[in-house]
């Protein structure tokens, strides 16, 4: 086993066939098609589906194994460059949505002046994407929303922010100035899915108090319900980051009595070891949110004891 074999794999998969995956390493089909079958050969399976060029069940084994190997040898190579020089290469970051909007602008320009040399890199996902691609190598850390039930990720708190209701002209509770747990009885609400954090504390808060949760639509991604809430189409209840203080329309926040916030951390893998770029990108990250989360309104940061 080489790592010519692996990167053959990967970009196989990457790519979408032995054709495409030979133009992205630059050489001819015949050679990729020689290094995955050698694979397999050792490894007494079948990696990829002829037929159908798909990955076998266990090619999906190996391709996650070598996407972590492929992550640490370019950790390794930078680590190295930045002894001997300026931290260099790599860093990959992912972020929810809501906070990706006020945060990197702030990010990348700070990075831009103290690392100049490293590129950063921006996966913009849901929590439960950015734990998937943590597990894979596919970034070195994400912000994201906490708490994250991975025993493989490990997290730290950064800030915390207030829920708010949005309402859409027309809705009863535009008069409002606040409302409580009582008021969303039986009113039908843009939800989370169940099983997700927030949609779980909800359910077990209405369950507690014998109130109906009604669901209009069930969305997988705050930023797309907080746009549907903008467009009129329902009443959400999202976390402040997720509103755009420069944004106009016909709706309306309104805080809810008794609702807990949202808590935002950054997550990174129990077994990874981060290189010199990316690690440089987590300092720069908690400064900038020590630096500027405060004037973000509703936004809280978290502050050291």
């Not at 708010?164 to 809705?171: E, N, T």
């Not at 950054?266 to 949110?289: E, F, K």
């Amino acid at each position: 086993m080489d790592l010519r074999q692996l990167n053959a794999v990967l970009a196989v998969v990457d790519h979408g066939g032995f054709s495409a995956a030979a133009r992205a390493l630059h050489t001819v089909q015949s050679n990729v098609s020689t290094h995955v079958a050698r694979l397999e050969k050792e490894l007494g399976v079948s990696l990829i589906d002829r037929a159908t060029g798909q990955v076998t069940e266990e090619g999906a084994v190996v391709v996650e194994r070598a996407r972590r190997i492929q992550a640490e040898l370019d950790a390794l190579a930078a680590d190295v460059a930045s002894v001997r020089d300026q931290v260099a290469g790599q860093g990959r970051i992912g972020l929810i949505g809501t906070t990706a909007r006020w945060l990197v602008p702030a990010l990348v320009e700070t990075m831009a002046q103290r690392h100049p040399l490293v590129r950063v890199v921006v996966h913009d996902a849901t929590t439960s994407a950015l734990t998937l691609q943590l597990e894979s190598g596919a970034i070195d850390m994400a912000v994201m929303t906490l708490p994250v039930a991975d025993p493989e990720v490990v997290t730290e708190p950064l800030f915390d922010e207030d829920r708010l209701m949005i309402v859409p002209a027309g809705h009863p509770f535009w008069a409002h100035e606040s409302i409580t747990l009582a008021d969303l009885d039986g009113q039908p609400l843009l939800l989370e899915p169940a099983g997700r954090p927030f949609r779980n504390h909800l359910d077990a808060i209405f369950d507690e108090r014998g109130y109906e949760l009604v669901a209009k639509a069930e969305v997988d991604g705050t930023r797309l319900m907080t746009s549907l809430a903008f467009e009129g189409f329902g009443a959400a209840i999202v976390p402040a980051s997720a509103i755009p203080v420069w944004l106009g329309g016909a709706w309306r926040t309104i805080p809810v009595e008794g609702l807990a916030g949202r808590s935002v951390g950054l997550g990174t893998r129990r077994q990874g070891l981060l290189s010199a770029p990316a690690r440089a990108l987590r300092d720069v990250l908690r400064q900038v949110i020590a630096e500027r989360a405060a004037h973000q309104p509703g936004i809280h940061p978290v502050r050291d004891t």
